[in-house]
């Protein structure tokens, strides 16, 4: 049957309903109980409300059995027309699979020793006008996946428990930090100056201000601040936004996390780094082991890579060579390079081409080139080297570490330089405020950023970032019938 007339033929029994007058978009019972607790230690002879979606109906003569789902499970119903009458039996025809129903019932075990309920009165919550897909007929397009999320989960398990972990990572992120007296903060999604982190922002504007805005592309020099302030540790997970491409890695919006920590430095940041990867894979699996994209990553033991060491080898290419030098020596060994500039993105693309050996191990890559890191610390025995790290699971670059740099006059220095650097669609003030913050004294500190999409990508096995955010952005479609 074509989707059209199926969508006419409920219309028709939406219309029989109202014709009854049974109200198609009623009220829960505040009494319901999720279907978890009815299963979870199931007695016979128990009195229940119940709400949820009719996912399957069979008719048998004058009994009807159903599949009841709620978020927290299913359960089977038994409707027969000798116990909640004629009358009702002949409404509960025009209840199709897609619609939320209530129902009041006592719960028994049927003759194939299956926990059901038994209904002795229901109403009708809401008429779908659309079926569902029928496991995956329908809705194996995976764009229509992304755009249709909710089908998605109503055809799949497997997405909702992607989606159960993510939340879990998150809450047990917040649970690591909280009890090491880290203090949770949010700071502002708009923006003067786009600053703490290389990339092209999203503009907005304020009509009251009569001003232009920035959506942040990260929250850094608002944390640095708080460090000011004289909050020794803070942390924000929230979002961050680049109006950049789009790929099996990267989403225009996502979700960051970002945490401060005063009186230490990178080497102190990389022992949180691996105490977090470490909690989390205990709490979610009950081991130091993660299973990524076919590969078993052992995080007894986390490696560490000089990428100073290995552009040397590789390439060709000194901390003290020109960047225009690194385009002439990368295109002689075959690596594309767009225009004359080096971006941060083909840098994170050489470092996950040389860890693909290594990719069934957490690996730290440090030894950056200062040039490289406008906000980090010379390293004492190489100023030509940054105190920095970058930490890869499974070859995917998920967590970025500094020494924070706290000079004032050093800082300001570095960012004019780094401005001259910028491309025409990156360009921005020098943020005048974060230095003015800076003059008045930071401590010394280790900032720690970590993307939480890539995250919950390698703990829930997930091949593009798009399978672990709701609804990534898609381009605009036509709607169909």
Not at 253 to 268: I, N, P, Q, S, V
Not at 402 to 429: A, F, G, I, T
Request: aromatic share 10%; glycine share 6%.
């Amino acid at each position: 049957m074509e989707l059209s007339e199926i969508i006419a033929q409920r219309l028709s029994k939406l219309k029989s309903l109202k014709d009854k007058r049974i109200e198609p978009y009623g009220a829960a019972s505040p009494e319901r109980l999720p279907i978890s607790e009815v299963l979870t230690g199931f007695t016979e002879g128990k009195t229940c409300w119940l709400c949820g979606r009719v996912i399957a109906k069979r008719k048998h003569g004058k009994a009807v059995f159903c599949d009841l789902k709620d978020s927290t499970g299913k359960i089977q119903l038994y409707l027969k027309e000798d116990i909640i009458g004629a009358e009702n039996f002949s409404i509960f025809e025009d209840i199709e699979v897609a619609d939320f129903i209530s129902v009041k019932g006592e719960t028994f075990i049927t003759r194939t020793q299956e926990p059901s309920l038994k209904v002795l009165e229901f109403s009708l919550l809401c008429k779908a006008i659309r079926p569902l897909p029928e496991k995956w007929h329908g809705l194996k397009d995976i764009e229509l996946r992304y755009r249709q999320r909710y089908l998605d989960f109503t055809a799949n398990e497997d997405v909702v428990r992607v989606f159960r972990q993510r939340s879990e990572i998150i809450r047990l992120t917040r649970e690591f930090f909280d009890k090491r007296g880290y203090l949770e903060v949010e700071t502002p999604m708009m923006q003067l100056i786009p600053g703490g982190a290389r990339g092209r922002p999203f503009k907005t504007y304020h009509n009251e201000y009569d001003l232009e805005l920035y959506l942040r592309i990260a929250p850094e020099l608002y944390l640095k601040k708080l460090l000011v302030a004289g909050l020794d540790r803070v942390y924000e997970i929230n979002r961050n936004f680049r109006n950049e491409g789009i790929s099996p890695r990267h989403n225009p919006e996502f979700t960051m996390l970002e945490a401060y920590t005063a009186y230490t430095d990178y080497r102190g940041v990389m022992r949180i780094t691996e105490e977090l990867i470490r909690f989390l894979a205990r709490s979610l699996f009950g081991k130091e082991e993660i299973n990524y994209q076919d590969k078993k990553i052992d995080l007894s033991k986390f490696e560490e890579i000089s990428f100073a060491a290995v552009m040397k080898d590789e390439y060709g290419i000194n901390p003290d060579d020109k960047l225009e030098s690194w385009v002439v020596k990368l295109k002689k060994k075959g690596i594309e390079v767009k225009g004359e500039r080096i971006s941060r993105s083909l840098v994170v693309n050489l470092i996950a081409d040389l860890l693909n050996p290594v990719s069934d191990k957490p690996v730290f890559v440090t030894d950056f080139f200062t040039e490289l890191c406008p906000l980090a610390k010379k390293k004492k025995d190489d100023p030509l080297l940054s105190e920095r790290f970058e930490l890869f699971l499974g070859g995917l670059e998920v967590a970025n570490a500094y020494s924070e740099l706290n000079d004032p006059l050093e800082q300001k220095k570095r960012l004019q330089e780094e401005l001259k650097d910028l491309p025409p669609e990156e360009l921005r003030q020098l943020d005048e405020d974060f230095l003015i913050a800076l003059e008045h004294g930071m401590p010394p500190a280790g900032g720690l950023g970590i993307g939480i999409d890539r995250l919950v990508m390698i703990f829930s096995n997930q091949p593009s970032i798009r399978d672990v955010i709701l609804f990534p952005l898609l381009k605009p479609h036509k709607p169909q019938d």
